[in-house]
Protein backbone atom coordinates (compact mmCIF):
# COMPACT_ATOMS: atom_id res chain seq x y z
CA UNK A 1 0.00 0.00 0.00
CA UNK A 2 1.07 3.94 0.01
CA UNK A 3 0.56 5.14 3.34
CA UNK A 4 1.29 8.72 4.55
CA UNK A 5 1.73 9.37 7.88
CA UNK A 6 1.17 12.56 9.20
CA UNK A 7 3.16 13.36 12.23
CA UNK A 8 5.97 10.49 10.96
CA UNK A 9 9.43 12.41 12.49
CA UNK A 10 7.43 12.59 16.11
CA UNK A 11 8.42 9.65 18.68
CA UNK A 12 5.39 7.15 17.65
CA UNK A 13 4.70 7.97 14.25
CA UNK A 14 8.44 7.68 13.27
CA UNK A 15 7.97 4.22 15.00
CA UNK A 16 4.75 3.61 12.74
CA UNK A 17 7.14 4.98 9.79
CA UNK A 18 9.27 1.74 10.55
CA UNK A 19 6.55 -0.58 11.00
CA UNK A 20 5.34 -0.06 7.35
CA UNK A 21 8.14 0.29 5.94
CA UNK A 22 9.22 -3.39 7.47
CA UNK A 23 6.24 -4.35 6.35
CA UNK A 24 6.77 -3.53 2.53
CA UNK A 25 4.77 -0.58 2.10
CA UNK A 26 5.49 2.49 0.56
CA UNK A 27 5.77 5.34 3.03
CA UNK A 28 5.04 9.20 2.72
CA UNK A 29 6.51 10.45 6.71
CA UNK A 30 4.91 14.02 6.97
CA UNK A 31 5.97 16.46 10.27
CA UNK A 32 6.31 20.01 10.56
CA UNK A 33 9.13 19.76 13.12
CA UNK A 34 7.11 21.96 16.04
CA UNK A 35 8.21 18.62 17.88
CA UNK A 36 9.30 15.75 15.28
CA UNK A 37 13.12 15.50 14.80
CA UNK A 38 14.74 14.44 11.52
CA UNK A 39 16.89 12.04 13.89
CA UNK A 40 13.91 10.00 13.54
CA UNK A 41 13.53 9.99 9.96
CA UNK A 42 13.49 6.56 8.13
CA UNK A 43 16.10 6.47 5.18
CA UNK A 44 14.17 4.22 3.16
CA UNK A 45 10.58 6.69 3.65
CA UNK A 46 11.11 10.51 1.60
CA UNK A 47 10.02 13.07 4.22
CA UNK A 48 7.97 16.40 3.78
CA UNK A 49 8.13 19.54 5.94
CA UNK A 50 4.43 20.67 5.89
CA UNK A 51 1.52 21.56 8.14
CA UNK A 52 -0.99 19.87 7.45
CA UNK A 53 -3.34 23.20 7.96
CA UNK A 54 -1.62 24.62 5.15
CA UNK A 55 -2.83 24.40 1.13
CA UNK A 56 0.53 22.67 0.56
CA UNK A 57 -0.81 19.76 2.62
CA UNK A 58 -3.75 19.16 0.14
CA UNK A 59 -1.58 18.98 -2.73
CA UNK A 60 0.74 16.50 -1.09
CA UNK A 61 -2.07 14.26 -0.45
CA UNK A 62 -3.19 14.86 -4.27
CA UNK A 63 0.41 14.47 -5.44
CA UNK A 64 1.13 11.07 -3.49
CA UNK A 65 -2.19 9.40 -3.86
CA UNK A 66 -2.25 7.24 -0.56
CA UNK A 67 -4.08 4.32 -0.29
CA UNK A 68 -4.00 4.91 3.60
CA UNK A 69 -3.96 8.50 5.98
CA UNK A 70 -1.97 7.16 9.14
CA UNK A 71 -2.95 10.30 11.47
CA UNK A 72 -0.45 10.95 14.12
CA UNK A 73 0.50 15.22 14.17
CA UNK A 74 -1.39 15.96 16.75
CA UNK A 75 -0.88 18.75 20.07
CA UNK A 76 -0.74 16.05 22.21
CA UNK A 77 0.32 17.73 26.21
CA UNK A 78 -2.39 17.94 28.32
CA UNK A 79 -0.89 20.83 30.61
CA UNK A 80 0.07 22.65 27.43
CA UNK A 81 -3.42 22.50 26.34
CA UNK A 82 -4.98 23.53 29.60
CA UNK A 83 -2.75 26.44 29.35
CA UNK A 84 -3.68 27.42 25.88
CA UNK A 85 -7.13 25.46 24.61
CA UNK A 86 -7.10 28.03 21.50
CA UNK A 87 -4.01 26.24 19.97
CA UNK A 88 -4.49 23.12 20.88
CA UNK A 89 -8.03 23.19 19.35
CA UNK A 90 -6.18 24.66 16.04
CA UNK A 91 -4.39 22.11 15.84
CA UNK A 92 -6.20 18.99 17.11
CA UNK A 93 -9.20 19.66 15.68
CA UNK A 94 -9.22 22.38 12.39
CA UNK A 95 -5.64 20.25 11.87
CA UNK A 96 -7.54 16.61 12.01
CA UNK A 97 -10.32 18.18 10.40
CA UNK A 98 -7.95 19.11 7.26
CA UNK A 99 -6.50 15.32 7.24
CA UNK A 100 -9.68 14.29 6.68
CA UNK A 101 -10.58 16.95 3.77
CA UNK A 102 -7.52 16.00 1.95
CA UNK A 103 -8.43 12.15 2.12
CA UNK A 104 -11.54 13.19 1.46
CA UNK A 105 -10.54 15.47 -2.18
CA UNK A 106 -7.91 12.72 -2.50
CA UNK A 107 -10.18 9.42 -2.61
CA UNK A 108 -8.19 8.25 0.06
CA UNK A 109 -9.42 4.50 0.89
CA UNK A 110 -8.77 5.00 4.73
CA UNK A 111 -8.02 7.35 7.75
CA UNK A 112 -6.01 5.80 10.79
CA UNK A 113 -6.72 7.90 13.44
CA UNK A 114 -4.63 8.46 16.40
CA UNK A 115 -6.66 9.90 19.28
CA UNK A 116 -6.37 9.12 23.85
CA UNK A 117 -7.98 6.63 25.75
CA UNK A 118 -5.53 8.23 28.49
CA UNK A 119 -7.82 11.43 28.86
CA UNK A 120 -10.65 11.30 26.52
CA UNK A 121 -12.59 9.03 29.33
CA UNK A 122 -12.39 11.46 31.99
CA UNK A 123 -12.31 9.59 35.47
CA UNK A 124 -13.27 6.92 35.21
CA UNK A 125 -17.26 5.86 36.46
CA UNK A 126 -15.59 1.89 35.61
CA UNK A 127 -12.44 0.21 35.71
CA UNK A 128 -10.86 -0.53 33.11
CA UNK A 129 -12.41 1.45 30.54
CA UNK A 130 -14.09 0.07 27.52
CA UNK A 131 -15.16 1.94 24.50
CA UNK A 132 -18.62 2.80 25.38
CA UNK A 133 -17.95 4.51 29.10
CA UNK A 134 -18.73 7.72 29.11
CA UNK A 135 -16.63 10.69 27.29
CA UNK A 136 -16.05 13.22 30.13
CA UNK A 137 -12.60 15.08 29.31
CA UNK A 138 -11.23 16.67 32.32
CA UNK A 139 -8.53 18.57 29.77
CA UNK A 140 -8.38 20.57 26.22
CA UNK A 141 -6.46 18.03 25.15
CA UNK A 142 -9.21 14.99 26.03
CA UNK A 143 -11.78 16.70 24.28
CA UNK A 144 -10.24 17.93 21.42
CA UNK A 145 -9.37 14.73 20.37
CA UNK A 146 -12.74 13.66 20.95
CA UNK A 147 -14.06 16.02 18.77
CA UNK A 148 -11.55 14.76 16.18
CA UNK A 149 -13.20 12.21 16.56
CA UNK A 150 -17.04 12.86 15.87
CA UNK A 151 -15.62 14.69 13.06
CA UNK A 152 -14.29 11.87 11.48
CA UNK A 153 -17.45 9.84 12.15
CA UNK A 154 -19.35 12.47 10.14
CA UNK A 155 -16.75 12.11 7.31
CA UNK A 156 -17.90 8.47 7.01
CA UNK A 157 -21.50 9.21 7.35
CA UNK A 158 -21.34 12.62 5.03
CA UNK A 159 -18.53 11.13 2.81
CA UNK A 160 -18.15 7.30 3.09
CA UNK A 161 -14.60 8.23 4.69
CA UNK A 162 -13.71 4.38 5.84
CA UNK A 163 -11.72 4.89 9.00
CA UNK A 164 -10.41 2.93 12.07
CA UNK A 165 -9.72 5.32 15.33
CA UNK A 166 -6.86 3.62 18.14
CA UNK A 167 -7.21 5.21 21.56
CA UNK A 168 -3.85 4.68 22.69
CA UNK A 169 -2.93 4.43 26.67
CA UNK A 170 0.07 6.26 27.66
CA UNK A 171 2.91 5.31 25.23
CA UNK A 172 6.63 4.98 26.20
CA UNK A 173 9.82 3.65 24.58
CA UNK A 174 12.56 5.14 22.41
CA UNK A 175 12.41 8.42 20.98
CA UNK A 176 10.12 9.64 23.42
CA UNK A 177 11.21 13.78 24.10
CA UNK A 178 11.77 13.92 27.90
CA UNK A 179 11.24 17.85 26.88
CA UNK A 180 8.29 18.47 23.98
CA UNK A 181 6.31 15.61 24.78
CA UNK A 182 6.21 15.49 28.30
CA UNK A 183 6.36 11.63 28.67
CA UNK A 184 7.12 10.46 32.46
CA UNK A 185 9.11 7.83 31.24
CA UNK A 186 10.90 9.52 29.24
CA UNK A 187 11.09 12.77 31.41
CA UNK A 188 12.56 10.30 34.83
CA UNK A 189 14.81 7.95 32.28
CA UNK A 190 16.76 11.22 31.13
CA UNK A 191 17.14 12.72 35.01
CA UNK A 192 17.92 9.74 36.46
CA UNK A 193 20.80 8.95 33.88
CA UNK A 194 21.93 12.84 34.57
CA UNK A 195 21.84 12.17 38.66
CA UNK A 196 19.37 14.50 38.54
CA UNK A 197 15.82 15.32 40.90
CA UNK A 198 12.53 13.55 39.99
CA UNK A 199 9.41 15.77 40.57
CA UNK A 200 6.05 13.71 41.40
CA UNK A 201 3.07 15.78 41.27
CA UNK A 202 0.08 14.52 43.91
CA UNK A 203 1.01 11.58 45.83
CA UNK A 204 2.32 9.41 43.34
CA UNK A 205 -0.44 6.61 43.57
CA UNK A 206 -2.43 7.95 40.31
CA UNK A 207 -1.84 5.68 38.11
CA UNK A 208 -1.85 5.30 34.26
CA UNK A 209 -2.27 2.13 31.30
CA UNK A 210 1.05 2.49 30.08
CA UNK A 211 1.85 0.69 26.62
CA UNK A 212 5.53 -0.27 24.59
CA UNK A 213 5.83 1.95 21.53
CA UNK A 214 6.26 -1.66 20.31
CA UNK A 215 2.84 -3.00 20.65
CA UNK A 216 1.39 0.47 19.39
CA UNK A 217 3.35 0.03 16.16
CA UNK A 218 1.61 -3.69 15.54
CA UNK A 219 -1.76 -2.07 16.24
CA UNK A 220 -1.56 0.42 13.34
CA UNK A 221 -0.12 -2.19 10.86
CA UNK A 222 -3.60 -4.53 12.19
CA UNK A 223 -5.54 -1.52 11.46
CA UNK A 224 -4.82 -1.42 7.70
CA UNK A 225 -7.18 -3.80 6.96
CA UNK A 226 -9.50 -4.03 9.91
CA UNK A 227 -11.86 -2.35 12.75
CA UNK A 228 -13.59 -0.45 9.74
CA UNK A 229 -15.87 2.20 11.44
CA UNK A 230 -14.83 1.25 14.57
CA UNK A 231 -12.33 3.00 17.56
CA UNK A 232 -10.08 0.67 19.30
CA UNK A 233 -8.70 1.63 23.07
CA UNK A 234 -4.76 0.27 22.59
CA UNK A 235 -3.20 -0.19 26.09
CA UNK A 236 -2.13 -3.11 28.51
CA UNK A 237 -5.64 -3.40 30.53
CA UNK A 238 -2.96 -2.73 33.60
CA UNK A 239 -3.03 0.09 35.73
CA UNK A 240 0.80 0.97 36.65
CA UNK A 241 1.10 3.74 39.71
CA UNK A 242 3.43 7.21 38.90
CA UNK A 243 5.53 5.35 42.52
CA UNK A 244 5.90 2.29 40.67
CA UNK A 245 7.13 3.55 37.21
CA UNK A 246 9.83 6.06 39.11
CA UNK A 247 11.02 2.49 41.14
CA UNK A 248 11.34 0.66 38.00
CA UNK A 249 13.09 3.02 36.50
CA UNK A 250 15.26 3.45 39.20
CA UNK A 251 16.25 -0.03 39.23
CA UNK A 252 16.69 -0.44 35.60
CA UNK A 253 18.90 3.21 35.75
CA UNK A 254 20.53 2.42 39.09
CA UNK A 255 19.41 5.49 40.24
CA UNK A 256 19.65 5.84 44.13
CA UNK A 257 17.60 9.33 45.00
CA UNK A 258 14.28 9.69 46.57
CA UNK A 259 11.75 11.42 44.53
CA UNK A 260 10.24 14.71 45.19
CA UNK A 261 6.75 15.34 45.53
CA UNK A 262 5.04 18.48 44.07
CA UNK A 263 1.59 19.40 43.65
CA UNK A 264 -0.70 17.73 41.53
CA UNK A 265 -1.02 19.34 38.29
CA UNK A 266 -4.86 20.17 37.01
CA UNK A 267 -6.98 18.64 33.85
CA UNK A 268 -4.86 14.94 34.93
CA UNK A 269 -6.53 12.02 35.72
CA UNK A 270 -6.43 10.64 39.03
CA UNK A 271 -6.62 6.44 38.05
CA UNK A 272 -6.99 5.28 34.25
CA UNK A 273 -6.54 2.09 32.53
CA UNK A 274 -8.39 0.65 29.55
CA UNK A 275 -10.00 -2.70 28.41
CA UNK A 276 -8.25 -3.79 25.48
CA UNK A 277 -10.78 -6.93 24.39
CA UNK A 278 -12.42 -5.33 21.51
CA UNK A 279 -8.63 -4.63 19.79
CA UNK A 280 -8.73 -8.23 20.19
CA UNK A 281 -11.36 -9.05 18.70
CA UNK A 282 -11.77 -6.65 15.95
CA UNK A 283 -7.87 -5.89 15.20
CA UNK A 284 -6.70 -9.26 16.21
CA UNK A 285 -4.24 -7.35 18.71
CA UNK A 286 -3.10 -7.38 22.22
CA UNK A 287 0.34 -6.08 23.82
CA UNK A 288 2.85 -8.28 24.17
CA UNK A 289 5.86 -6.39 25.89
CA UNK A 290 5.54 -6.60 29.71
CA UNK A 291 6.05 -2.88 31.25
CA UNK A 292 9.74 -4.39 33.33
CA UNK A 293 10.96 -5.34 28.92
CA UNK A 294 9.77 -2.19 27.88
CA UNK A 295 11.60 0.05 30.87
CA UNK A 296 14.81 -1.99 30.17
CA UNK A 297 14.64 -1.02 26.42
CA UNK A 298 13.48 2.42 26.99
CA UNK A 299 16.33 3.00 29.52
CA UNK A 300 19.20 0.75 27.13
CA UNK A 301 17.75 3.46 24.42
CA UNK A 302 18.99 6.54 26.37
CA UNK A 303 22.12 5.16 27.66
CA UNK A 304 23.16 4.19 23.70
CA UNK A 305 22.11 7.52 22.62
CA UNK A 306 24.61 9.11 25.28
CA UNK A 307 26.64 6.98 24.36
CA UNK A 308 26.53 7.88 21.40
Known amino acids: MKILVTGGAGFIGSHVVDGYVRAGHEVLAVDDLSTGKTDNLNSSAPFQQCDILSNEFQQLVDDFR ?4 NHHAAQIAVPVSVDDPVDDARRNVLGSVAVF ?15 SG ?3 YGEPVTLPCDEAHPVVPESPYGMSKYAAELYLDLYRRLYDLNFTTLRYGNVYGPRQ ?10 IFTERMLQGRACAIFGDGEQARDFVYVGDIVRANV ?9 AFNI ?21 GEDAVYEPVRPGEVYRI ?31 DADAG
Open 177 to 186: DPHGEAGVIA
Open 66 to 69: PDII
Open 101 to 115: EAARRAGVRKVINVS
Open 118 to 120: GAM
Open 235 to 255: GTGQPTTVNEVFAALASAADY
Open 273 to 303: YLDVEKAARGLDWRPEVSFVEGIEQTVRSFT
Open 222 to 230: QALDRGAGE
